[in-house]
């Protein structure tokens, strides 16, 4: 029924209808063929705004990149030369320490040789007191035994005032008592220099206890600066905050 209704029907009419149709498919095509062009252009555009933007981003991290190496290069270089000033600080303060040392143990067989000769000295010095007063007594003993000197001079060796004539003192006596007064300070000055030894001797091994306690000291002072640059030196190294090194305690001075 439909195509012999088209048969009847006037073929410019459908010729027309069908021109009609067609345009209207071809305007919408057209349309079509415009928003897909537009999309197209759109897309384009975003594209190379995001490819732009990825290629900044990757500018960005190459140079970040480029950075990172850069400061691991001047980090593991900073490392290096921090090993090797650590290693020659630990070979210096080894060096000092065993100077240190050694100084210790010569400034300790110094002092030990002192008190030994502080020692002989007093054990000598007794012995030479005790020879004097036993000189001392037999000179006394000889002065009472003469009788010439037992009535110049009393028991303890005070002269005595006595009214003694020149002529009755004889030349025998006068050169007795030379000797004995000669005797007596050579005895005198013997001591004195003795006791002089020995204080000068004591004053030494003040003087090396001393210098022991000031190096005492100064090794300890240089086991907390090397600690202490150690520390941060390695804390430097690593980027964090280095710490404080422990108070030493001050070695006891020993008394003089």
């Known amino acids: 029924m439909r195509e012999s209704q088209l048969q009847q029907e006037d073929p410019m009419d459908r010729y027309k209808r069908e021109n009609r149709r067609l345009q209207e498919a071809s305007m919408r095509l057209e349309q079509e063929n415009d928003d897909l062009a537009h999309e197209l252009v759109t897309s384009k555009i975003a594209l190379r705004n995001d490819l732009d933007?990825?290629?900044d981003k990757a500018d960005v991290l190459n140079k970040e990149l480029l950075l990172t190496k850069q400061r691991l290069v001047e980090t593991e270089e900073e490392k290096r030369k921090q090993e090797e000033e650590t290693a020659q600080l630990k070979e210096v303060f080894r060096k000092q320490l065993e100077k240190a040392e050694y100084e210790i143990k010569k400034t300790t067989a110094i002092i030990a040789e002192y008190k030994q000769i502080c020692s002989q000295l007093s054990t000598r010095l007794e012995k030479q007191q005790a020879a004097s007063k036993e000189e001392l007594e037999?000179?006394?003993g000889k002065m009472?035994?003469?009788k010439h000197c037992s009535d110049i001079f009393s028991k303890e060796g005070?002269?005595?005032?006595a009214a003694i004539s020149r002529e009755d003192q004889g030349m025998e006596s006068d050169?007795?008592?030379?000797?004995?007064k000669k005797q007596l300070r050579e005895m005198e000055l013997e001591l004195a220099q003795t006791k002089l030894q020995l204080v000068e001797a004591k004053c030494k091994i003040q003087e090396l206890e001393h210098q022991r306690?000031?190096?005492m000291n100064e090794i300890q002072a240089a086991k907390n600066s090397w600690f202490s640059k150690t520390l941060n030196s390695i804390k430097t190294a690593t980027g964090t905050q280095p710490l404080q090194p422990p108070q030493?305690?001050?070695?006891?001075?020993?008394s003089t």
């Open 53 to 55: 933007q990825a290629e």
């Open 138 to 140: 037999v000179v006394k």
């Open 144 to 146: 009472m035994a003469c």
């Open 158 to 161: 005070a002269l005595k005032v």
């Open 175 to 180: 050169d007795e008592k030379d000797s004995l």
């Open 213 to 215: 306690g000031a190096l």
């Open 248 to 254: 030493a305690t001050q070695p006891p001075k020993e």
